[in-house]
């Protein structure tokens, strides 16, 4: 009986070993798949840029086409690999209805609010706390962190890799920071991967609650809104 302890305990070790490298090789391909997305946002703003002049606005206008088309895209690849997601809550209760109805209302009053109502700014109201929330949530909060979850056996851990990856992610903004500063590049992308991980963690922690990302997408806009 006592000889096959070390059998027990080597296939054991064995065992989370195997995990681990499992673990590794998910994160890794998720990392690699994330820099994909981010090169072709990139790409597909230099295409924008070849029929409109770049400025403020332009990039910004550019950026949301580039997010759109690659929401569109990530849906699509969900839906030819039968890929299960959990946007919306099994039961959309009260709460889930209030929560909207503030988010919307939010979003209708700001332009009135800040006494500015012109196309560009609902544009860009659009751009922030709509298109940039749905795009974000539906990779981290939603197909990144349901694959996580397929690898650690506590959620506890992907909320923290999917934090992580979420901070790291706003280095890919690179391109858009460079043309808005003159100078202090680097203090600038040192401050959006901060702000990048102090949402990943509020963000993160509600999609821990609510097992959902439709909750997340809303709460990315509010905050959006008054960060714009």
């Not at 946002?41 to 950026?63: L, N, P, Y």
């Amino acid at each position: 009986m006592f000889m096959k302890w070390p059998s027990f305990e080597a296939d054991l070790l064995c065992e989370v070993n195997v995990l681990s490298k499992n673990c590794i090789r998910i994160v890794l391909k998720i990392i690699g798949l994330l820099f994909v997305l981010q090169l072709l946002r990139m790409g597909i703003k230099s295409v924008c840029f070849i029929f409109a002049e770049r400025t403020d606005f332009t990039d910004r206008v550019a950026s949301l086409i580039a997010m759109v088309l690659l929401t569109a895209l990530i849906l699509l690849t969900a839906r030819l690999k039968k890929i299960k997601h959990t946007v919306f809550p099994k039961h959309f209760g009260s709460g889930y209805i209030v929560f909207t109805m503030i988010a919307a209302s939010l979003l209708i009053s700001t332009p009135v609010l800040a006494k500015d109502s012109s196309a560009v700014s609902i544009v860009l109201m659009v751009y922030s706390a709509i298109v940039v929330p749905v795009f974000e949530e539906l990779i981290f909060r939603e197909f990144v962190w349901n694959k996580l979850n397929t690898v650690f056996k506590k959620e506890w851990n992907t909320y923290i890799v999917a934090t992580l990856l979420f901070a790291v992610w706003h280095l890919g903004y690179v391109d858009a920071i460079a043309f808005r500063v003159e100078t202090g590049l680097i203090n600038a992308m040192v401050w959006k991967v901060i702000t990048g991980f102090c949402f990943g963690v509020v963000l993160g922690a509600l999609r821990f609650k609510t097992k959902n990302s439709y909750s997340t997408m809303l709460l990315h806009g509010i905050l959006n809104i008054f960060g714009r």
